[in-house]
C-alpha cells in the first residue's frame, strides 16, 4: 500500500530541536516533489517547507534559519530538522507527496498534494 509514516514528533522546550522522517513506502521519492505542512488548532494547513526532484529546497518565511528539509534517495524518506523552536512552532506536522515534479520553485498549495502522512503532533512550551 502506499503511503507516508511521519515520526519524529514530541514536546519540547522553546529553543530546542526535533527532527522528523517521514518514510514513504510502496513507491520511490526519487522523482518526487514533497513538503511539509503544519497546522495548529484553528488554523490553516500551512506550508513549511518543500523540496523537488532534483533537490532544489524553499521554506516559508518563518522557519527559514531554523527549519532544514532534506532527504535520503536511499532510505526513501524524508526529513524536516528544527532547530530554535519556538511556541508558535506548536502544531501537527504533516508531510506529503505530490507524487510527480512540482513545476514550482514555491511551497506548493495543500490542496494538490496527492497523498498525506497521519500527521504528528509537535508541542513547544515556552
Known amino acids: 500500500q502506499v503511503r507516508l509514516e511521519e515520526s519524529g514528533g514530541g514536546s519540547v522546550q522553546a529553543g530546542g530541536s526535533l527532527r522528523l522522517s517521514c518514510k514513504a513506502s510502496?513507491?520511490?521519492?526519487?522523482?518526487?516533489?514533497m513538503a511539509w505542512f503544519r497546522q495548529a488548532p484553528g488554523n490553516e494547513r500551512s506550508g513549511v517547507a518543500h523540496?523537488?526532484?532534483?533537490?532544489?529546497?524553499s521554506h516559508a518565511d518563518s522557519v527559514r534559519g531554523r527549519f532544514t528539509i532534506s532527504r535520503d534517495l536511499a532510505e526513501n524518506t524524508l526529513y524536516l530538522q528544527m532547530n530554535s523552536l519556538g511556541p508558535e512552532d506548536t502544531g501537527t506536522y504533516y508531510c506529503?507527496?505530490?507524487?510527480?515534479?512540482?513545476?514550482?520553485?514555491?511551497?506548493?498549495?495543500?490542496?494538490?498534494?496527492?497523498?498525506w502522512g497521519q500527521g504528528t503532533q509537535v508541542t513547544v512550551s515556552s
Open positions: 510502496e513507491y520511490n521519492i526519487h522523482n518526487d516533489c
Open positions: 506529503a507527496s505530490l507524487r510527480k515534479e512540482c513545476g514550482s520553485t514555491v511551497i506548493p498549495s495543500p490542496g494538490v498534494f496527492r497523498l
Open positions: 523540496i523537488d526532484s532534483a533537490g532544489r529546497k
